[in-house]
């Protein structure tokens, strides 16, 4: 099943914050998260596996929490780079040792000078 | 470096035809997928693939076929084609075998638009 991201879009001025935000029904092993600009492939930005753990690197950093299958990515004073579409995925087993890597529906983020 | 690649870029082709796209990946990775994503952007697994067994999307017509004549490639074959399959196609790699938690590394991705 699709995790849900929120917002669906978003616009900001060089410097603010922003975070996004995805939402799985099921129980999940990991989340990633990729960013996508216009005409390009999507392109991995990080992987949280379960135990809550934060990741992050630069300005941009996620967290996941397992018991409420959430995954936020938080973007701090965020730069004209940082437009594109961020995408999360939600790791979950699909039976017969494998997993189930379902994307969501995306996040269109932004920035203007 | 996602040292995926595939050809061709571009594909502009009548209904009914029949064409395939092909990727390579040089990493010797074993876990290989082809992606959908249609003009909302909604990225949709179509197949994933190791060297034991292919998994596939119940939802993807069986026109669509993938092909693997050895671990390096993954070429996806569509047959009839109708104007419902234009969107972008995308090839990716990750370096398990599906355990979870892997790294998708993407192609450039092949756009296709049946006319």
């Known amino acids: 099943q699709q995790p849900v991201q929120s917002p669906q879009a978003v616009i900001l001025r060089e410097g603010e914050d922003a975070v996004i935000n995805c939402s799985s029904s099921?129980?999940?092993?990991?989340v990633h998260w990729y960013r996508q600009k216009h005409g390009e492939a999507p392109v991995f930005l990080m992987i949280?596996?379960?135990?809550?753990e934060q990741k992050g690197h630069d300005k941009i950093s996620a967290s996941f929490n397992e018991k409420k299958q959430q995954s936020s990515l938080y973007l701090t004073a965020s730069q004209l780079s940082y437009s594109g579409t961020y995408f999360c995925?939600?790791?979950?087993?699909?039976?017969?040792?494998?997993?189930?890597?379902?994307f969501g529906k995306g996040t269109k983020l932004s920035v203007i000078p | 470096d996602t040292a995926v690649s595939q050809t061709p870029k571009y594909l502009v082709t009548q209904m009914g035809n029949d064409k395939s796209i092909k990727c390579e990946q040089n990493l010797g990775h074993d876990t290989m997928y082809w992606y959908k994503q249609d003009s909302k952007k909604f990225l949709k697994i179509m197949f994933s693939y190791n060297n034991k067994e292919l998994i596939i999307n119940e939802t993807v017509p069986n026109r669509f076929s993938p092909k693997s004549p050895d671990k390096a490639h993954l070429n996806l074959h569509i047959n009839s084609l109708e104007l419902g399959d234009s969107a972008v196609y995308f090839c990716?790699?990750?370096?398990?075998?599906?355990?979870?938690?892997?790294?998708?590394?993407f192609g450039p991705g092949t756009r296709l638009l049946v006319l």
């Open positions: 990716a790699r990750s370096p398990g075998t599906r355990g979870g938690g892997e790294t998708q590394y």
């Open positions: 099921k129980a999940l092993y990991s």
């Open positions: 995925g939600t790791d979950a087993y699909s039976g017969a040792g494998s997993y189930q890597l379902t």
């Open positions: 949280l596996l379960k135990g809550g």
